[in-house]
């Protein structure tokens, strides 16, 4: 018995430690997937939750890009810039909840999948629309810009995969941002952006006001 006892005791300091380095892997893995900067999850942290969100009919994705965001880094500075990007990042965590998942995606492109299970996805960007277009810091009024968003409903794209619906949404942004939109979105069947369209928006074009497309 007391050989028992003594090998038992001996084990709980092994067992602790390994506890704590199964803690401490853990924590690692939950840090790889956030970014450093917003907060979000990164590319591989959002691909995985997304991927689950999208068995749900009901699902949709979003693509938002900060307008003029070089512009704000050279006027304001790169501290500026940060705050913007945070500030984003925030509202649109906000707005998506504990049931949908936020990423970074680099640079001043964020994505989004979320659950609309009333249908009112299109009056919900319109809402996130006008508050990502607040100054990001009260005390710095002046330090704002404009978001263009992009979002396409799963259910409209039965068999698609992650990549292949933000490919429209990307589409729908860029569209979007060309046409100086509000909240649209093209019948089912139709493709609302054009690569052109896509390829002038990369090329530059900004709105003054962003806009919120769905590809279809």
Known sequence: MNTLIATATGALPVAAGWSAHVLWLRRRLHTARRDPL???QTREGFTRRAAALLRDERAVVLLADVD???QINDRHGHAAGDALLKATADRLAHYVGATGVAG???GDEFAAVLLDPHGTAEDLFAALRAVLARPADS???EV????????VRVADFPG????????????AMYAA??????????????LFATVAGRRSGRRGA??????VGVAA
């Open 38 to 40: 917003t907060g979000l």
């Open 68 to 70: 003029d965001f070089k």
């Open 104 to 106: 970074r995606l680099g």
């Open 139 to 141: 005390a710095r009024p």
């Open 144 to 151: 704002r810009t404009t978001v263009s968003l992009g979002w």
């Open 160 to 171: 698609e995969g992650l990549s292949q619906l933000l490919g429209r949404a990307d589409e």
């Open 177 to 190: 941002k060309q046409a100086r939109a509000g909240v649209k979105r093209a019948g089912l069947g139709r």
């Open 206 to 211: 900004r709105s003054g006001t962003p806009g």
